[in-house]
């Protein structure tokens, strides 16, 4: 005979309940305990640690097991859950690390970490100040101050957290749209072909962006590049005179401020001048939305009012002409009609924390819905985003922990931080421009990053390159040079993974060859973001590259 299972009244399991969430009014015992839990996870990761940039080393992860997991039955306790979190930790890059060199993944600052659990735990919505108090002013406050870094006015420009640096250039679209159809695209659809024009190298989320809001990845139209990676102004002037002349609709023009591959910088004072021209000069009663991708380019506006020529931090020479020139064409954002930055790159903050803004604030009524249209929202507060902004729901700590770097560093701060990396890069670039059969691919970029290709120790670098870039019959060459580079790349990220390296990146286009679009020049990517990046992690680049050409021979 079997026991019937013991029957307990739900209220003895909700006040068990209870104590798994932080308490809602004082009580020193139970907020004691939730800072012990959380000082006790930490305390599990730290151990984690080690000389790899990695928590824990490389893992192997079991998918096909994953995919057999079901929902549990029964409660599990808050200490057992927090030990399993930490497993899931390991193998999870160190983004501080100086001997990590991948893409632009930054270590977050104490205070955004901070603001970051603040949201957490009283989950403000941003929706409105109804739900999210002075989170919302947060959120105002960092767009003034944004606003005032741009450039632009103030009082006059407009802006909001969203969901990453996709999420800006999709609102840089939609406003675009709206504006070309007078409004009438949000209630009506798109009815006819427009046109959103970006450069061939910008970021892969114009396709996203062109899928996702009907326009079509067949109407956005890629710009070829120069060799430093910007749009071509000829071949866009070309472009936009063909498509005027023939009544073509171009909704929008993507200046990149900052390529995620090679900090490739757009000439966006050049293309505002050629809009501002062409629209005259077609007499055009909606001219083409410019909107900046200035996610990572953005930092450098701190630099727009240093005293170069005094230079009180002391920086190299070499230091301040990058900046310098990298500013050339950055400063230029105050002229972009709307752009997008990202704090969780070069602001140092957790992801996600990603800012759109517009140069005229009153540009968003054109994406606006009636207040009635949310009859359950809305009932009191000044301050509701939730009219014009695609999410219902946005968390309160990414404004948060954007002002908090903001307060935190201000412009002496992030002037540190960026002239640093991008010190960092002009050393490394140094110390592989003095090895023949290493070429560095972009030399006249002067961001964090740094591409290079490495070629078998008895070829010339240089020469080897420029037949690969112009000579078509060197193509079979050029994709044998490009497995070579893989097999380097493969070579050293699994030493890494041991602890014994640098971690680096690695894209699959560089650049097109001059000769054909379908043939592509692959390469090795150091993005340094650290703080912690120092001359032996540069060395340890170097000497990871030597000692690898040595072990491959795939050519």
């Known amino acids: 005979m ?46 984690l640690k080690s000389t790899a940039p990695l928590l824990g080393g490389q893992q192997k992860i079991h998918y096909e097991l994953s995919f057999k997991e079901r929902f549990p039955e029964k409660m599990s306790s808050v200490e057992q859950v927090i030990k399993l979190l930490v497993n899931y930790c390991q193998g999870t890059m160190i983004c501080a690390h100086p001997n990590t060199q991948v893409n632009v993944i930054p270590p977050s600052t104490i205070p955004s970490i901070t603001a970051t659990i603040a949201g957490a735990i009283y989950n403000p919505n941003i929706i409105s100040d109804e739900y999210s108090a002075y989170f919302a002013e947060a959120e105002i406050q960092s767009i003034a101050m944004l606003s005032d870094l741009i450039g632009y006015d103030p009082e006059l420009a407009g802006g909001f957290f969203t969901f990453g640096g996709t999420g800006t250039i999709l609102y840089g679209c939609k406003l675009a749209i709206e504006k070309l159809f007078e409004g009438k695209a949000m209630k009506e659809g798109i009815r006819e072909d427009i046109k959103i024009v970006a450069s061939e190298l910008s970021h892969y989320s114009r396709l996203n962006v062109a899928g996702w809001l009907g326009v079509g990845t067949d109407n956005l139209i890629a710009i070829p590049t120069t060799s430093d990676n910007q749009m071509s102004l000829i071949a866009l002037e070309e472009y936009l005179r063909r498509a005027f002349e023939s009544g073509e609709k171009v909704a929008a023009i993507l200046a990149t401020l900052g390529t995620t591959d090679a900090f490739g910088l757009d000439d966006l004072a050049g293309i505002v001048t050629l809009r501002n021209n062409l629209a005259k000069e077609f007499n055009l009663k909606h001219p083409p939305h410019i909107h900046a991708d200035a996610v990572i380019g953005w930092a450098w506006l701190v630099f727009k009012d240093y005293d170069f020529a005094n230079n009180p931090l002391c920086f190299e020479a070499q230091t301040l002409q990058a900046i310098q020139l990298s500013l050339k064409y950055i400063s230029s954002l105050n002229l972009a009609d709307s752009l997008g930055i990202d704090f969780h790159k070069t602001g140092y903050a957790p992801y996600i924390c990603s800012a759109f803004l517009t140069k005229n604030r009153n540009d968003l009524s054109l994406i606006s819905r009636k207040p009635q249209q949310m009859p359950y929202l809305y009932q009191w507060g000044q301050y509701h985003p939730g009219i014009y902004t695609l999410e219902s729901s946005r968390q309160g700590s990414t404004a948060l922990a954007a002002l908090a770097n903001i307060r935190l560093l201000g412009k002496e701060g992030y002037r540190v931080l960026i002239g640093h990396i991008v010190a960092m890069a002009q050393i490394l670039r140094r110390k592989l421009e003095n090895y023949s059969f290493i070429q560095v691919l972009n030399a006249n970029n002067y961001g964090p990053v740094t591409l290079f290709r490495v070629y078998p120790k008895n070829i010339n670098a240089l020469e080897e390159f420029q037949r690969e870039l112009k000579d078509p019959g060197y193509q079979k060459q050029l994709l044998e040079y490009n497995r070579y580079n893989r097999c380097l790349f493969d070579c050293i990220h699994e030493r890494t993974m041991r602890g014994q390296g640098v971690l680096l990146s690695w894209t699959d286009l560089y650049q097109h060859t001059d000769y054909s679009k379908n043939t592509s020049i692959s390469a090795f990517k150091s993005f340094i973001i650290s703080p912690w990046t120092d001359l032996k992690a540069l060395d340890l680049v170097v000497e990871q590259i030597v000692l690898g050409c040595q072990e491959v021979c795939c050519v």
């Not at 013991?6 to 309940?17: A, V």
């Not at 907020?31 to 839990?37: A, I, K, L, N």
Request: glycine letters at 4%; proline letters at 9%.
């Open 2 to 47: 079997t026991e019937k299972p013991q029957l307990k009244h739900y209220g003895e399991i909700l006040e068990q309940l209870k104590t798994y969430f932080p308490v809602p009014v004082s009580n020193p015992i139970m907020d004691g305990y939730f800072v012990h839990t959380i000082s006790n996870f930490l305390d599990y990761v730290d151990k």
